[in-house]
């Protein structure tokens, strides 16, 4: 295993351990770092090896015992279709990004009761909100960072 690799995976495992504390709150609503953090993550994903090892580590930092296997499924879900897309659909990096993230947070909130949904749409709206400005920012980082060390 390259150190890569397993700096994102324990930057994954730390993010969501986090997530299960009241830490990321704003006004009432999560802002789902772990998911974002992922997707960002999932498009520097080479091989469906890592993959998998990713979403063990953020599975691993969200759950235990029967949630394990949920978040496991998701977050294979969502590695792999970051790895899908990126292959499939030469979008931008970013729209690509912004695209799962929504997608995500919709299947996320659905997964738990359709009524829950309907009920709480301005949640919903606002989880998405939150979550694509969180994704706008540390995507901006990022890119600034790549862009000083001349990887792009």
Not at 37 to 46: D, E, G, M, N, Y
Not at 49 to 69: D, I, K, M, Q, R
Not at 87 to 99: D, E, K, Q, R
């Amino acid at each position: 295993m390259d150190s890569r690799l397993i700096r994102n995976g324990l930057l994954l495992f730390i993010v969501a351990y986090a997530q299960t504390t009241p830490l990321f709150a704003v006004a009432g609503v999560k802002v789902n770092v772990a998911l974002v953090i992922a997707v960002l993550i999932a498009f520097s994903v080479r091989t469906l090896y890592e993959c998998a090892f990713l979403s063990v580590c953020v599975a691993l930092g969200l759950a235990s015992g029967a949630g394990f296997v949920q978040a496991l499924l998701f977050f294979l879900a969502v590695f792999f279709s970051a790895y899908i897309l990126r292959i499939v659909l030469p979008w931008h990096p970013f729209l690509s990004a912004f695209t799962l993230v929504l997608f995500f947070t919709a299947l996320s909130s659905l997964s738990l009761d359709w009524e829950f949904f309907m009920r709480y749409a301005p949640q919903f709206a606002r989880e998405s909100l939150y979550n694509g400005i969180t994704l706008a920012v540390l995507y901006a980082f990022i890119s600034h960072y790549h862009a000083r060390q001349g990887r792009y």
